[in-house]
């Protein structure tokens, strides 16, 4: 349980839900593939693979690992233009420029994904900093 301060993770669920409908809304809707359901995918199979067996990976990780993995199967692919890296390059996109070619969709969609939690308060959006009840040390971590 990520919400609660006393054995979790501290999480508002309120922020966590708003983030994931912002996060849901920055996928690419006419992206065939990359879309907000193929993050869901992602995110329900690595909770499964998390919760396999007993004495597995969910008794070795500690919550801040798996919170970490839980987020980033969620904006894995936000922002997803509908290309790969190769695509890119080849074609001198802004984002092979921004990135100098070096993976720049993942660099991509990181940033895309910090700006999102960083800079909602200053947009005037609400609150959707998934990371504010975190240490400085568990922040560094993810």
């Known amino acids: 349980n990520f919400a609660s301060t006393e054995s979790g993770l501290g999480i508002n669920l309120t922020t ?5 409908r912002a996060v849901e809304a920055e996928y690419v809707s006419d992206n065939q593939y990359h879309t907000s359901v193929h993050a869901a995918d992602v995110l329900q ?3 499964c693979l998390i919760q396999m067996g007993r004495g597995g990976i969910s008794e070795a990780l500690e919550k801040i690992d798996v919170y970490a993995m839980l987020l980033s199967a969620v904006v894995h692919d936000i922002g997803h233009p509908g290309t790969n890296n190769l695509y890119q390059i080849n074609a001198k996109t802004d984002l092979a420029i921004m990135y100098d070619g070096k993976s720049c969709l993942e660099n991509m969609h990181a940033a ?6 960083l800079n909602s308060e200053k947009n005037g959006c609400c609150n959707i900093n998934v ?7 568990q922040k560094n971590q993810i």
């Open 45 to 47: 199979t690595l909770h």
């Open 112 to 117: 895309k994904t910090f700006q999102l939690i």
């Open 16 to 20: 966590l839900v708003t983030f994931l």
């Open 131 to 137: 990371l504010e009840s975190l240490s400085p040390k």
